[in-house]
T-cell receptor, first 115, second 111 residues
Framework: GAGVSQSPSNKVTEKGKDVELRCDPI?????LYWYRQSLGQGLEFLIY????????KSGLPSDRFSAERTGGSVSTLTIQRTQQEDSAVYLC?????????????FGPGTRLTVT | EDKVVQSPLSLVVHEGDTVTLNCSYE??????LLWYKQEKKAPTFLFML????IEKKSGRLSSILDKKELFSILNITATQTGDSAVYLC???????????FGKGTKLSVKP
């Protein structure tokens, strides 16, 4: 079956521009997570959506970062007025309810480069 | 502040060697510890551990959790070049389910 997909796979943008990153979770998965991985660093949690509950935004590094999840499925991570330190790989993951609820399936990521 | 620390940061071995990767954690309301293998961009799930002392095994890989000492190890026996990757450890805590990741151990297996 289809896994988590993300688009674009690579994005190069100029400092100060806004970018939108998209995540399509596995069908039926109620939980969706965004992480980012900077060069040489571990994965950093950004935001978490669970069903219709209010998202956990505690990992967002600044108010330039926001995310939406429409219809409980597709999610968009938006970074406004991008800075060079935003350059990283942005990973999306989803998980389902049930016995393996804690197993998160990751997408291939979007590599963002801010020049 | 919650944190997960992995060691070593990098490791170079030869095919056939056995390796042990370490993960220590300080996670509020700890629920589980997960191991992932990351070869390119997306990590792939290896193990989830919730109970102390119970070894999980998959082929040449195995892992165990010690909730008293707050650490886990990942063992790989008879390593192969295809085991070369970054191995990530993550702790799950709290009520929201997000994971706190370590920086990973980069394993290089030489032929």
């Amino acid at each position: 079956g289809a896994g988590v997909s993300q688009s674009p796979s690579n994005k190069v943008t100029e400092k100060g521009k806004d970018v939108e990153l998209r995540c399509d979770p596995i069908s039926g998965h109620t939980a969706l997570y965004w992480y980012r991985q900077s060069l040489g660093q571990g994965l950093e949690f950004l935001i978490y959506f669970q069903g219709n509950s209010a998202p956990d935004k505690s990992g967002l590094p600044s108010d330039r970062f926001s995310a939406e999840r429409t219809g409980g499925s597709v999610s968009t991570l938006t970074i406004q007025r991008t800075q060079q330190e935003d350059s990283a790989v942005y990973l999306c993951a989803s998980s389902s309810a049930g016995t393996l609820a804690y197993e998160q399936y990751f997408g291939p990521g979007t590599r963002l480069t801010v020049t | 502040e919650d944190k997960v620390v992995q060691s070593p940061l990098s490791l170079v071995v030869h095919e056939g060697d056995t390796v042990t990767l370490n993960c220590s954690y300080e996670v509020t309301n700890f629920r589980s510890l997960l191991w992932y293998k990351q070869e390119k961009k997306a990590p792939t799930f290896l193990f989830m551990l919730t109970s102390s002392g119970i070894e999980k095994k998959s082929g040449r890989l195995s892992s165990i959790l010690d909730k008293k000492e707050l650490f886990s190890i990942l063992n790989i026996t008879a390593t192969q070049t295809g085991d070369s990757a970054v191995y990530l450890c993550a702790g799950r805590g709290g009520s929201q389910g997000n994971l706190i990741f370590g920086k990973g151990t980069k394993l290089s297996v030489k032929p």
